[in-house]
């Protein structure tokens, strides 16, 4: 498994490189902030547009890509199974994915003050417990399934953007429809994105089976 | 033991059959030519018995067993590699994908083909992508290769490389081409497809001696133009 990682790891290089030059950004974001109080509350704004990063550069085009190139078929003619593949490409997505989530919020909580004060404002809540985390996973199996399906990068990368910026503003919606406290909001969040993205997960498993 | 056998074998684009009522049998140490018209459904069977695609009836034996993609070594028509990868790094890739992979034989290919495991994919030429893929193909160490249209659009040179790569494989060999000449020299076996049904499938001897022609190209050109003689 350990040499299977390694050639998801190899596949997903650039979009790692891609994210990860984005993370610098939002250092320089963070640094602007704290240097100028007038921005006071930019950094949290724009940490919701990782999850749309995410299903744009990694989740979108990792099957997506392989359809367009043709190199499925290299991939699924060796000795290993189509699902094995998949379960390491997206552990290195996923593990990819969860590490910029979780270097943001720590640029988030170190070097800024707590925006405003009330937990249950967007800017406060979408960056802090687990819930940044499942909608980064969300995100990403988002992208992949809709790669899988459609084939085409130059359909599920808009596509996924979308549906992930239309999800989070529903998200928004709807909690603020149920008065319920910080703590149990945030599991209840954290548990529907995560049965969403295990059913995506199956989604693009299937839609790869039996597909050459 | 037959290295290949298929029965009744089929595949159904929605409602076009690209393939059907397939059954050939291909002896161990065998080396097939499939040859047949373009549309004729020569990329769909490879496409089965190399585990890419599902068949929609029938079913496909490697060796006696159910097809499985640990038991063949496909190279697809278009050598897909990834094409920002080193060769090294392909090699790599080979290596963890495939429990029997042999190191050496797939980089004495190479070295003996002067391609530098250093070099990127994508700056290699048309012929030594061609070799690199059957560099993979040769390192999984399958008793079964299949190449579709291994030598479409390479240069006379390369051609003569792959051929002589192909013709010191020590496996059954399935490969297809729409030009018969660029296989008479390589293979004993010959399976003609035409419309999506397999209208020959023996050893060159024996088609030739229950046939009515000189030679192969009189064989199949007979069988093309008279696609109802196959019955």
């Given at each position: 498994m350990s040499g299977l990682l390694w050639v998801a790891w190899r596949g997903q290089r650039a979009q790692a490189a891609a994210i990860a030059a984005l993370l610098l950004l939002y250092g320089a974001a963070a640094t602007i902030e704290r240097l100028e109080p007038d921005l006071s509350g930019l950094t949290f704004q724009l940490a919701g547009l990782l999850a749309g990063a995410i299903c744009l550069i990694w989740g979108a085009p990792l099957i997506a890509r392989e359809f367009e190139a043709g190199t499925h078929k290299l991939a699924w003619t060796q000795s290993v199974s189509r699902g094995r593949w998949l379960v390491a490409v997206l552990a290195v997505a996923a593990a990819g994915a969860l590490a910029a989530t979780a270097v943001l919020s720590a640029v988030l909580t170190w070097f800024l003050p707590d925006a405003g004060g009330d937990p249950m404002a967007w800017r406060y809540y979408e960056s802090h417990g687990p819930v940044p985390y499942a909608r980064a996973l969300l995100a990403l199996t988002l992208g992949v399934a809709l790669g899988a399906v459609t084939r085409h990068t130059r359909i599920a990368m808009p596509l996924s953007v979308l549906l992930v910026g239309t999800g989070q503003l529903a998200c928004r919606a709807l909690r603020e429809r149920f008065d319920l406290p910080f703590w149990t909001l945030q599991w209840a969040e954290t548990a529907a994105h995560l049965a969403l993205a295990l059913v995506l997960t199956a989604i693009a498993h299937a839609a790869i089976r039996h597909r050459a | 033991m037959n290295a290949l056998e298929t029965h009744e074998l089929g595949k159904r684009y929605r409602r076009r059959w690209a393939l059907r009522e397939a059954t050939i049998t291909v002896p161990s140490g065998a080396r097939v030519a499939l040859v047949g018209p373009n549309g004729a459904g020569k990329s769909t069977l490879l496409n089965l018995v190399s585990g890419l695609l599902v068949p929609t009836m029938g079913r496909v034996e490697i060796f006696g067993r159910?097809?499985?993609?640990?038991?063949v070594a496909f190279v697809a028509q278009e050598k897909p590699l990834y094409r920002r990868w080193s060769v090294a790094d392909l090699l790599r890739f080979g290596a963890a994908t495939n429990p029997r992979w042999d190191r050496a034989a797939a980089r004495s290919l190479l070295s003996g083909h002067d391609i530098d495991p250093r070099e990127r994919v994508d700056r290699l030429s048309g012929g030594q992508r061609t070799l690199v893929a059957l560099a993979l193909a040769v390192g999984k160490r399958a008793d079964l290769v299949v190449l579709d249209e291994p030598l479409a659009e390479l240069d006379p040179l390369a051609r003569l490389q792959v051929m002589s790569v192909v013709r010191e494989l020590e496996a059954t060999v399935l490969l297809s081409s729409h030009i018969l000449a660029d296989l008479a020299g390589v293979c004993d076996h010959l399976i003609l497809l035409g419309a999506g049904r397999v209208r020959l499938c023996g050893g060159f001897a024996g088609l030739l001696s229950s046939h009515p022609a000189t030679d192969l190209e009189e064989l199949v050109l007979h069988y093309l133009r008279n696609p109802e003689a196959a019955r």
């Amino acid at each position: 498994m350990s040499g299977l990682l390694w050639v998801a790891w190899r596949g997903q290089r650039a979009q790692a490189a891609a994210i990860a030059a984005l993370l610098l950004l939002y250092g320089a974001a963070a640094t602007i902030e704290r240097l100028e109080p007038d921005l006071s509350g930019l950094t949290f704004q724009l940490a919701g547009l990782l999850a749309g990063a995410i299903c744009l550069i990694w989740g979108a085009p990792l099957i997506a890509r392989e359809f367009e190139a043709g190199t499925h078929k290299l991939a699924w003619t060796q000795s290993v199974s189509r699902g094995r593949w998949l379960v390491a490409v997206l552990a290195v997505a996923a593990a990819g994915a969860l590490a910029a989530t979780a270097v943001l919020s720590a640029v988030l909580t170190w070097f800024l003050p707590d925006a405003g004060g009330d937990p249950m404002a967007w800017r406060y809540y979408e960056s802090h417990g687990p819930v940044p985390y499942a909608r980064a996973l969300l995100a990403l199996t988002l992208g992949v399934a809709l790669g899988a399906v459609t084939r085409h990068t130059r359909i599920a990368m808009p596509l996924s953007v979308l549906l992930v910026g239309t999800g989070q503003l529903a998200c928004r919606a709807l909690r603020e429809r149920f008065d319920l406290p910080f703590w149990t909001l945030q599991w209840a969040e954290t548990a529907a994105h995560l049965a969403l993205a295990l059913v995506l997960t199956a989604i693009a498993h299937a839609a790869i089976r039996h597909r050459a | 033991m037959n290295a290949l056998e298929t029965h009744e074998l089929g595949k159904r684009y929605r409602r076009r059959w690209a393939l059907r009522e397939a059954t050939i049998t291909v002896p161990s140490g065998a080396r097939v030519a499939l040859v047949g018209p373009n549309g004729a459904g020569k990329s769909t069977l490879l496409n089965l018995v190399s585990g890419l695609l599902v068949p929609t009836m029938g079913r496909v034996e490697i060796f006696g067993r159910p097809m499985e993609t640990a038991a063949v070594a496909f190279v697809a028509q278009e050598k897909p590699l990834y094409r920002r990868w080193s060769v090294a790094d392909l090699l790599r890739f080979g290596a963890a994908t495939n429990p029997r992979w042999d190191r050496a034989a797939a980089r004495s290919l190479l070295s003996g083909h002067d391609i530098d495991p250093r070099e990127r994919v994508d700056r290699l030429s048309g012929g030594q992508r061609t070799l690199v893929a059957l560099a993979l193909a040769v390192g999984k160490r399958a008793d079964l290769v299949v190449l579709d249209e291994p030598l479409a659009e390479l240069d006379p040179l390369a051609r003569l490389q792959v051929m002589s790569v192909v013709r010191e494989l020590e496996a059954t060999v399935l490969l297809s081409s729409h030009i018969l000449a660029d296989l008479a020299g390589v293979c004993d076996h010959l399976i003609l497809l035409g419309a999506g049904r397999v209208r020959l499938c023996g050893g060159f001897a024996g088609l030739l001696s229950s046939h009515p022609a000189t030679d192969l190209e009189e064989l199949v050109l007979h069988y093309l133009r008279n696609p109802e003689a196959a019955r």
